[in-house]
């Protein structure tokens, strides 16, 4: 007669189908399980005869099958809620990120147009300058011409041009310049 095993060592073969939402190897509440005679009711026998802890084993009680799928659900409705969270926290960064990509678009745009703006005043503030020096010596040119005649400020655009007087050369010995260019009276 050796030492008594534990019950939770005790391995036994169980040759019948498992009852509906019974998982073989699962461990249940005693409490928790529907069956044919209840634990305790027999006052007949003792605890030592298996019929002590009830009859044959149906399945689990209503109440607990009500309870767990509760609790399965709930558990699926907190992932869910987790997941979409989790989902939303996603897209808040990757808005966050785009909106600073868009701002440091914004930001760069700005810069170039900053440049653009200034060259184009700077531009605009040279050819300012050089119409300014056009107009002045526009009227300085008007000042000049209206001095030597009074009539060339009525006349200055139709009045013809003078004609230059033609003179008409002497003739003179050819020079000899081919030797050397320099000396040559025409540069080209």
């Known amino acids: 007669?050796?030492?008594?095993?534990?019950?939770?060592?005790?391995?036994?073969?169980?040759?019948?189908?498992?009852?509906?939402?019974i998982v073989a190897g699962q461990w249940y509440n005693p409490s928790d399980l529907a069956m044919t005679t209840a634990m305790g009711s027999n006052r007949n026998i003792g605890h030592g005869d298996a019929a002590y802890y009830g009859g044959?084993?149906?399945?689990?009680?209503?109440e607990v099958?009500?309870?767990?799928?509760a609790k399965r659900e709930f558990i699926e409705k907190e992932r869910r809620q987790a997941e979409q969270e989790l989902r939303a926290i996603e897209d808040l960064k990757q808005q966050k990120a785009d909106f600073e990509?868009?701002?440091?678009?914004?930001?760069?745009l700005a810069q170039q147009?900053?440049?653009r703006t200034q060259q184009l005043v700077e531009e605009t503030a040279r050819?300012?300058?050089?119409?300014?020096?056009?107009?002045?010596?526009?009227?300085?040119?008007?000042?000049?011409?209206?001095?030597?005649?009074?009539a060339g400020q009525q006349f200055q655009v139709t009045k013809p041009k003078k004609r230059r007087k033609v003179t008409r050369r002497r003739y003179t010995a050819p020079r000899r310049s081919g030797a050397d260019p320099r000396q040559a009276s025409i540069p080209w």
């Open 1 to 21: 007669r050796g030492k008594p095993v534990p019950a939770h060592q005790i391995k036994r073969e169980w040759h019948e189908p498992a009852p509906e939402g």
């Open 56 to 62: 044959i084993i149906t399945g689990l009680k209503p």
């Open 65 to 69: 099958k009500a309870a767990e799928k």
């Open 101 to 108: 990509k868009q701002q440091q678009q914004m930001a760069i």
């Open 113 to 115: 147009t900053e440049a």
């Open 127 to 150: 050819q300012d300058r050089i119409n300014a020096a056009a107009e002045a010596l526009r009227l300085k040119r008007e000042a000049r011409r209206a001095k030597v005649s009074p």
